[in-house]
T-cell receptor
Framework: GAVVSQHPSRVICKSGTSVKIECRSL??????MFWYRQFPKQSLMLMAT?????????EQGVEKDKFLINHASLTLSTLTVTSAHPEDSSFYIC??????????????FGPGTRLTVL | GENVEQHPSTLSVQEGDSAVIKCTYS??????FPWYKQELGKRPQLIID?????GEKKDQRIAVTLNKTAKHFSLHITETQPEDSAVYFC???????????????FGTGTQLKVEL
């Protein structure tokens, strides 16, 4: 199956600092990637859609100036949490759809990044 | 936008029994319904999916049924095993005419526990 990686897997930072998370599709190209946030014992909430070569599309209530997304290439999207605060502590997961002639853009998820803001 | 409801939130079964998880969706344009299994601290893993032109799909011990008229779909796991214990999420999306990735709306999750 398709492989999506994320880096780092875990990060602890001080309040006010910025954190960058990378999402890579390792064996396929993805013009679109998705960023989710998951709080403990809750579902995955879509934050934004990352589009290669254009601006990201943010879900309602997600601050675009706080969560900066850059889709630099067909295999890499980055999420930067700017001026992180304790309430930003969460599990951030990216996904990338694999399009084939027979599938319905099956989404493959990265392993997630556990962000803890002190 | 799409809204997906999932029930039950927790489910305990004895090993060997069947487990059923149900989801409803609101957007009649949704046409793709995947199910994901997520173990603690891990990524969601696709276990089965179904498109709107199919009413049922089966893969060994796992099956999914879809009722488009009622806008609900269900996951069925037979002969449950302890390793089936995890959180299961349903999701819905609609694939655009021009293709491309389409965002998933997730249900709230079901914590399945298979007891010995």
């Amino acid at each position: 199956g398709a492989v999506v990686s994320q880096h780092p897997s875990r990060v602890i930072c001080k309040s006010g600092t910025s954190v960058k998370i990378e999402c890579r599709s390792l064996d396929f190209q993805a013009t679109t990637m998705f960023w989710y946030r998951q709080f403990p014992k809750q579902s995955l909430m879509l934050m934004a859609t990352s589009n290669e070569g254009s601006k990201a599309t943010y879900e309602q209530g997600v601050e675009k100036d706080k969560f900066l997304i850059n889709h630099a290439s067909l295999t890499l999207s980055t999420l930067t949490v700017t001026s992180a605060h304790p309430e930003d502590s969460s599990f951030y997961i990216c996904s990338a759809p694999l399009l084939t002639s027979t599938s319905t853009d099956t989404q493959y998820f990265g392993p997630g990044t556990r962000l803890t803001v002190l | 936008g799409e809204n997906v409801e999932q029930h039950p939130s927790t489910l305990s079964v004895q090993e060997g029994d069947s487990a059923v998880i149900k989801c409803t969706y609101s957007d009649s344009a949704s046409n793709y319904f995947p199910w994901y299994k997520q173990e603690l601290g891990k990524r969601p893993q696709l276990i089965i999916d179904i498109r709107s032109n199919v009413g049922e799909k089966k893969d060994q011990r796992i099956a999914v049924t879809l009722n488009k008229t009622a806008k609900h779909f269900s996951l069925h796991i037979t002969e449950t095993q302890p390793e089936d214990s995890a959180v299961y999420f349903c999701a819905a999306s609609r694939r655009g005419i021009t293709g491309g990735g389409n965002k998933l709306t997730f249900g709230t999750g079901t914590q399945l526990k298979v007891e010995l």
